[in-house]
């Protein structure tokens, strides 16, 4: 595992772990054709293609109602095509027995991609999502098994994976106080303009000034509401933190005008892979770095909500117009 110097650079290079549902279908032929890890399991369809699950929430814990959302990927003669659109029953069990919670999981599409009514394998390039199932409320820690089951050409799919969930979350959660964070903003005429958005290279200017003006402890300080996403869009692997920021530009713009909509950006220089300060102290632990994260903090400085990997931008939006009342 990668281990963070003080100043927040992964020693190890590649050491940032991105939550990646994308970047786990990439790994997908191999997953399914090494089947030595036991906490996945892979279901081949009539057509010889086959299917696997991944669970793409984290920070999972005990005892407070969370989100799960889960992936569901294909391999076949066209690839990896990922199941998008309409929804699914979703199951979670304790991996060593217990009552099972069952719910249907809904298609929560990456903002600006392609959204079919049912259930339908798609190109990454034209649909890229997660099935979210709300209201999780894990009763015990330790390991846990999600599992679904479909029909595909007559032959029925059971697909499992399985996961953690601890005691406690060990990044700011619903309930805490949100970290009073300096982070970089448009002010700041001495820094790589990368480092405050890495879409701003060879020369291009950051093109989200709007949600660069202000840090997160100067808009605690005026208790404004504030919805504070972190997120490389250049670099992430799961292709969601581009649609996502620029979901948050939208929100930004029809949204309450005294909340405070911020972008903070993962690298400060990805070539070294030093992390950004303000990134560094919401979402770095133990050598470890998910990404993209969503937070919503109340006038009060409490963490109202959090999303990650994606979010529903009415969803978040309801939520806003309620905090900001």
């Known amino acids: 595992m990668s281990v963070p110097d003080d100043d927040g650079r992964i020693r190890e290079h590649g050491g940032v772990r991105r939550p990646a549902v994308f970047a786990l ?48 990927f294909n391999s076949g003669a066209n690839g990896v095509q990922l199941l998008t659109g309409g929804s699914i029953p979703l199951s979670l069990a304790p991996a060593d027995g217990g009552q099972p919670i069952q719910g249907t999981a809904h298609y929560v599409p990456a903002p600006g991609t392609a ?16 099935y979210q199932l709300e209201h999780v409320t894990f009763p015990s820690t330790g390991v846990w098994t999600a599992s679904l089951s479909f029909t595909e050409g007559g032959q029925p799919q059971t697909l499992t994976t399985q996961f953690g969930v601890s005691d406690k979350p060990a990044l700011p959660a619903p309930g805490q106080k949100a970290l009073d964070t300096t982070n970089l903003t448009m002010a700041e005429t001495s820094v790589n303009p990368e480092a405050i958005d890495s879409r701003a290279q060879g020369g291009a200017k950051v093109p989200d000034p709007e949600l660069h ?26 292709e969601f933190c581009g649609p996502s920021t620029d979901a948050l530009e939208q929100i930004a713009k029809t949204g309450p005008t005294d909340a405070d909509y ?46 990650s990997p994606l979010f529903d931008v009415h969803e978040v939006q309801a939520e806003l117009d309620r905090v900001a009342r």
């Open 25 to 72: 279908a990439l790994a997908f032929l191999a997953a399914v054709a090494c089947t030595n890890d036991s906490a996945s399991t892979a279901g081949t369809s009539p057509s010889g293609s086959s299917y696997a699950l991944q669970v793409a929430s984290s920070d999972l814990y005990a005892g407070t109602p969370q989100r799960v959302q889960v992936g569901v």
């Open 262 to 307: 911020i972008h903070i950006e993962i690298y400060k220089d990805y070539a070294k892979h030093e992390i950004n300060t303000a990134a560094k102290q919401w979402l770095l632990r133990n050598g470890d770095l998910t990404e993209p994260w969503l937070f919503l903090i109340g006038r009060d400085g409490k963490i109202v909500d959090r999303w």
């Open 115 to 130: 959204v079919a009514s049912s259930p339908t394998l798609t190109s990454p390039s034209k649909g890229r999502g997660v």
């Open 213 to 238: 003006q202000d840090t997160i402890s100067a808009a605690l300080a005026a208790h404004k509401p504030i919805l504070a996403l972190f997120s490389t869009p250049v670099y992430c692997q799961s």
